[in-house]
């Protein structure tokens, strides 16, 4: 229910409303002031005004002489009641210092009070937003706070406890320091059971606990003749702002004392003040990013083909970057979790991780990147914390800050970015999405690299080429002369021959069933190739012959188990190791007979080839760009526009059409 009055004056537009809340569990009377040109077309923002002991929203609207001040500053003003009336909790109308008209705005917690007394809740969180749902006229988001007496306590509490959610701050006559005063001993005792249970409902506790207000300074008023001066401790408060870094401007008024002659008499710089800061507000709110609707490649379901369709991508929250994906190249792993087989595939997905794009904008926080760098998005993150021990370690680049979120398809704060055209929410996909022509990733997920690689080439150091480096030159770290042997010769396995050659290993064996593959690992530095359907006898007893006694280094680059343990059972005698790089689907396990490790042999795995990412990535870039890792030849197709993802996902499925990397520029 929401009940609101015709305009109280032909002057300006007051009106009084009612509405059903749900914090308090009673009908909360409210006013509201709107100045002359304030429109749904010209909205403003809106100063929330907090009253005092026995007051209801009425006090304000009608005994301040507020009206011209807030038309000036081009404000809306909106004054609630100061407690649930009519929640019929036994003893609440008894005294004018407690219960009916006083309820102190915290959230009760003793029995008698707690489902009806919760005007912490109410203030910072329903009203407002009851407020933007009724009121075109207003702009999300963008308010100030004040407050006279039991409300400058309120307005000082809310800014300290959210200093994000408000331009400004001001108080008249505040009570500062509720805990050690009778006012304020009495609400919290019977409100939360103790002064022990308070100190988030006082602003001196909140500034002696590290809580600042730093959107603007406090503007304070009391006068000098305030005759409850005992239960404000506006000298104590003084202090401690002076102590902890607070700004303040705490001004004593001259022969004033309590009343509203005392607030009608200094409104004016108040409304001045708000105002100010509320245009400054709007100004940073504006250059803000906004939603963007663009096109994806949406899976909706396993197994089906991906939807082209519009999804709007909202802006980076703190820690995020969103960035323009220039091109993405198609990887084995997307098509893996379209099969509905990885264990953490989630639908409706935006599927892509292997892209190169440009930072559209950055959210809070953000220092690594800035709008207009290149980037690659990295689904293996580097925080680069000093207390985080894997991205310290030289052992791994397992960082696992944001791996929680990132497994169940959300952004670190546990939501998500994307949203279909019907208005229902898309996983991420590996902390990248990049099936869309806009996403957003953790700042951590994103290596800045030079701009002088094309972004279309750029892209293929996002997984598997990289990869297929890292397996050899930082998991296994292949010495020259060494001998190889590589089980799929796909991007990674290719990757995994070019880093062997160019360490100089003496003899690299390429393993695949399609011929057609043997032309491209020649290329890449293979001097062997072996198809296992030409050969009667285990692939790895063929080596071993080849050999004498197995290669010194073995890959499976397959996701076969299989394969796994052929590729164990091919490594030398001794000190042969055997690199896990490919994705094996789930439930599947590894056997060997534990006599292929005792006789020296050695398993590993490797994820994103080890490189941590927003170091080395960059690092690899440079290479390329040097000359020193070509990486033409690992693009075989291009295709253009995001509808034409299902197209590559085709022909990379289709393992005849002789696709390594196909690119799909946006």
């Known amino acids: 229910m929401w009940r609101r009055s015709l305009p109280l004056c032909v002057e300006w537009q007051i009106s009084r409303c009612s509405h059903a809340s749900s914090s308090t569990g009673t009908n909360m009377d409210y006013s509201v002031f709107i100045p002359e040109g304030v429109t749904p077309a010209k909205p403003a923002g809106v100063v929330y005004y907090l009253s005092g002991l026995t007051c209801t929203d009425r006090n304000f609207i009608e005994k301040s002489k507020f009206e011209k001040f807030a038309a000036k500053a081009g404000v809306i003003v909106v004054a609630p009641d100061t407690s649930p009336r009519g929640a019929n909790v036994p003893g609440e109308d008894e005294d004018w210092d407690f219960g009916t008209g006083a309820g102190f705005y915290v959230d009760a917690t003793t029995p008698a009070y707690a489902k009806n007394y919760n005007m912490y809740t109410y203030i910072n969180s329903e009203l407002p937003a009851h407020i933007e749902s009724r009121f075109p006229e207003v702009i999300p988001g963008l308010k100030s706070i004040m407050g006279h007496s039991m409300g400058g ?62 959107n603007s300074k ?123 087989k990885d264990p953490e595939g989630l639908f409706p997905v935006i599927l892509g991780h292997e892209a190169g794009g440009i930072v559209e904008s950055v959210g809070k926080g953000v220092k690594s990147v800035k709008p207009g760098d290149h980037v690659i998005p990295c689904y293996t993150p580097q925080c680069k914390k000093p207390d985080c021990i894997f991205c310290q370690s030289p052992k791994t680049n397992l960082c696992p800050q944001i791996r929680a979120t990132q497994g169940k398809g959300l952004m670190p704060d546990g939501t998500s970015r994307f949203k279909d055209s019907k208005g229902n929410t898309l996983y991420h996909y590996m902390g990248c999405s990049t099936f869309s022509e806009y996403t957003v990733l953790a700042e951590i997920s994103c290596a800045k690299v030079d701009k002088k690689l094309p972004l279309d080439k750029a892209a293929l150091f996002g997984c598997g080429v990289s990869t297929g480096w890292g397996a050899v030159w930082n998991t296994t770290k292949v010495e020259p002369k060494s001998t190889v042997a590589v089980w799929g010769c796909g991007a990674v396995g290719l990757a995994v021959i070019q880093a062997a050659n160019i360490s100089k290993a003496s003899r690299i064996f390429a393993i695949d069933t399609n011929n057609s593959k043997k032309e491209l690992a020649t290329k890449f530095g293979a001097t062997d190739f072996i198809n296992p359907k030409e050969h009667d006898k285990p692939i790895n007893e063929v080596l071993i012959e080849m050999t004498k006694w197995g290669v010194d280094y073995t890959y499976d680059c397959t996701g076969s188990t299989d394969v796994m343990r052929t590729a164990l059972e091919s490594a030398h005698r001794g000190w042969g190791q055997s690199c896990v790089i490919g994705v094996a689907e789930s439930g599947k396990e590894l056997a060997t007979r534990p006599f292929q490790l005792v006789t020296g042999r050695r398993w590993c795995g490797t994820a994103f080839g080890g490189w941590k990412s927003r170091t080395d990535v960059p690092k690899l870039v440079t290479r390329s760009l040097n000359g020193k890792l070509p990486i033409d030849d690992y693009i075989s197709h291009n295709f253009k526009g995001v509808e034409n993802v299902n197209t590559a996902a085709e022909m990379l499925k289709d393992g005849s059409k002789g696709v390594i990397r196909a690119v799909v520029t946006y």
Request: charge should be positive.
């Open 153 to 214: 306590h309120g307005a000082l509490v809310s800014a300290l406890r959210n200093p994000d959610a408000y331009a400004s701050c001001s108080a008249f006559a505040p009570i500062c320091n509720p805990s050690t005063v009778p006012w304020g001993i009495k609400a919290f005792e019977g409100y939360l059971g103790g002064v022990e249970n308070a100190a988030s409902y006082d602003a001196y506790e909140l500034l002696r606990a590290g809580n600042r207000f730093t």
């Open 218 to 340: 406090f503007l304070i008023d009391v006068g000098s003749k305030d005759q409850f001066n005992h239960q404000l401790s506006i000298s104590k408060f003084r202090s401690a702002c002076k102590k902890f870094g607070q700004k303040a401007e705490i001004n004593t008024r001259k022969g004033f004392d309590h009343s509203y002659d005392f607030v009608s008499s200094f409104v004016g710089p108040h409304f001045t003040f708000h105002g100010r800061h509320l245009k400054k507000e709007f100004k940073r709110i504006d250059s803000l990013p906004k939603p963007i609707t663009c096109k994806a490649a949406v899976a909706y379901a396993p197994n089906e083909p991906l939807q082209t369709v519009n999804i709007t991508v909202d802006p980076p929250k703190e820690g995020e970057v969103r960035i323009k994906v220039v091109a993405n190249a198609l990887c084995h792993t997307d098509l893996y979790t379209l099969t509905g």
